[in-house]
């Protein structure tokens, strides 16, 4: 099944050091890695020269990177644009010096216990102006459902999509963040087929919203693999295990709480096991 897609991956799950993430990722015969952390340090946080000495360890270990895992899109709509639109363009240049083009990003956190349809002006304003900007660099980003920003409900998402799609707009699906919004996975693959570019390997259970094995949560992960496969997908299965306590993930994740697992290489080879079993490869 889905035979000729390749697999990538959210290392620093693995460790915080760079060089054990590429060994991992080399025992597990993977090429790719979707780059968002490395020796410590966010993707976004990466000097240029730094990001050029990761790019020349990639090359010796003969791995590439899949997607910039960017923090863009992920501060709240009513902080100010301005400074954070700077960062995008340093994740940008990241992406260009990697040579890569793919740049995965968010529709910003909306206040708690606000309805996300009074900041949808604000929303559309500023992706509008980081399509265009993507668009004249000649990067394409992708657009990822998450819990608590603008598009984290397949109706959300089916609306950006509908208005930026293109080139350089396409969509991320990410099995687990839909089941934590208590979204019906096959009711967003359903709305959101004719966008998804990109899957994030990562499943959960709906009763309350713990991160499981690919499989062992409600996300629907297997059927939804094999419609992809029907459907002739041949993008990025990309794993995001989250079954650590890794290194910052309280800034990925507001209010994370521990997870059950302690041994981040251990717990990204049950993942990356389990991908591969439910592939059939």
Sequence with gaps: MLSDCRISGFADEINKDFDIQLSVLKELGQEYVELRSADGTGVADLSLEKASELGERMKAAGIRVSSVGSPVGKIKITDDFEPHFETYRHVVELAKLWGVRYIR????????????????????????????????????????????????????????MEAFYGDHFKCVFDFANFVQCGQDTLEAYEMLKPYIFYIHIKDALQEDGEVVLPGDGDGNVKEILSMLDSSGYKGFLSLEPHLVSFDGLDKLEQGARERREQDGVLAYKKAHGRLIELLGR
Aim: hydrophobic share 40%.
């Design 105 to 160: 990003m968010f529709s910003f956190y909306i206040p708690e216990g606000e309805d996300p349809a009074q900041y949808k002006e604000e929303v559309f304003s500023r992706m509008k102006r980081m399509v265009d900007y993507a668009v004249e660099q000649e990067v394409v980003l992708l657009h990822e459902n998450e819990k608590e920003i603008y598009g984290d409900i397949a109706s959300r998402c089916l609306e950006l």
